[in-house]
């Protein structure tokens, strides 16, 4: 990955990056809570997620692994550096050795084994969306030992997407404890429901709530990674709505044969034109295959929500939660895509207008190649 392309992948939000160098550097040295890592180099490293289909057999219908980037520079991160992949069988063994170079203490191992659990839990997420990371944290009751600063996301954001989806989860919780028969009181009742709530919301145990676990038809062990699937299904239902106007924006000037080429071409080889336009095609189709399946998970929640709390018809809702987990991991890939995408998109367009010469329109362009997945030898299949 060239230079500009590193600075489009790490400044273009904190779906797919999180710069843990440039975040730590907001932190105090004396701060309470302090940064994200025990060992420098750690807190001096940008975390990536990368997506990549699955075979079409598996159970899972996508690949997501957590990179660890370490810049040779770590003031200028887009010069190079080394990279680690979290699911690497060696990954454990390549990051002490690249922390202690060879010379570990007792001390610096705990320090070491201490970030793998904090790495672990980065790893366990699907998205690095600053909503989700927050939200994963509370679940696993890590609140204070991680900084503010890594949520990157303030009490107004917070309560704008939290608000509708706790209103939405209420209804259906209503609905459930009516087919379940709880409650005669109204004030009982509304507790019953704000308690309920609060279980899925907090996604940590099943305990006072295992008649709806029972009526589900869930699983109890499994049953708070899939309340916590759901809640990202929520979050990312929100987060598509709100991205639709500048998505459909930027697939227009993706589909617009001049826009979407260097303003200069005529002093391009034919092999280089044909090489782009090449790439456009398979990018239109990811862009294209990305946006239905990202609404087609959505309008599935959406019916299944409905003939619930609407109808009377919960087994269609229990379908969708018995798949809630693959539901998020689809959505935080072609949602996070679209979010990054998008960002960038922004960005060059306000720097240089539509219509890109060939310098700025190939780094936009090949970022945008690099995020949807068009490379020699890849697969096109999109999940």
């Known amino acids: 990955m060239d230079r500009s392309q590193l600075r489009n992948m790490i400044d273009s939000g904190r779906a797919i990056a999180m710069d843990c160098y440039g975040i730590s550097k907001s932190i105090p040295d004396d701060d309470t809570v302090g940064k994200l890592f025990k060992t420098r180099i750690l807190n001096n490293s940008v975390l990536m997620k990368r997506y ?41 063994t390549a990051l002490s050795f690249k922390i202690s170079k060879g010379s570990s203490t007792d001390s610096l191992q ?9 790495l672990g839990l980065v790893n366990s997420m699907h998205s690095l969306d600053p909503f989700l990371f927050k939200s994963k944290v509370e679940q696993r009751e890590a609140g204070e030992a991680i900084h503010d600063a ?12 939290r608000l509708p989806i706790r209103e939405k989860i209420q209804k259906l919780v209503s609905k459930a404890l009516g087919a379940l028969g ?14 309920f709530l609060m279980k899925m919301w907090e996604a940590k145990d099943v305990q006072g709530i295992e008649p709806f676990i029972q009526a589900m038809q869930l699983e109890p062990e499994r049953a708070p990674e899939i309340f916590f699937a759901w809640k990202a299904v929520c979050y990312y239902q929100v987060r598509f709505g709100d991205l639709l106007d500048a ?13 979407c080429f260097p303003l200069d071409h005529v002093t391009m080889s034919g092999e280089e034109i044909r090489a ?4 456009r095609a398979i990018l239109r189709q990811k862009m294209r295959d990305g946006y239905i399946n990202a609404h087609k998970v959505l309008s599935a929640y959406e019916h299944s929500y409905n003939e619930f709390v609407e109808n009377d018809r919960p087994q269609t809702f229990m379908s969708f939660l018995e798949n809630a987990e693959n539901s998020y991991l689809l959505l935080a890939n072609h949602v996070s895509i679209a979010t990054h995408s998008v960002n960038l998109w922004k960005w060059y367009v306000e720097q240089y207008g539509p219509e890109m010469r060939r310098g700025q329109f190939s780094e936009l362009f090949e970022g945008l190649v690099k995020l949807y997945g068009v490379e020699t030898g890849k697969s096109d299949r999109t999940p």
């Not at 890594?150 to 997407?161: G, N, P, R, T, V």
Request: aromatic fraction near 16%; glycine fraction near 6%.
């Open 52 to 92: 990549e289909p699955s075979l079409q057999t598996a159970r899972q219908p996508v690949i997501v692994t957590t990179v660890v980037y370490f810049p040779y520079d770590f003031d200028n991160p887009y010069e190079g550096g080394e990279s680690l992949d979290f699911n690497d069988s060696g990954f454990f």
């Open 110 to 118: 705990d320090e070491i084994n201490s970030d793998m659990e904090t």
């Open 150 to 161: 890594y949520f990157a996301i303030s009490a107004k954001e917070w309560d704008k997407i």
């Open 182 to 195: 709880e409650g005669d009181d109204s004030l009982a009742r509304e507790q019953y429901v704000e308690r």
């Open 247 to 259: 998505l459909k924006t930027m697939f227009q000037w993706a589909g617009h044969n001049q826009l």
């Open 276 to 279: 782009i336009e090449e790439k």
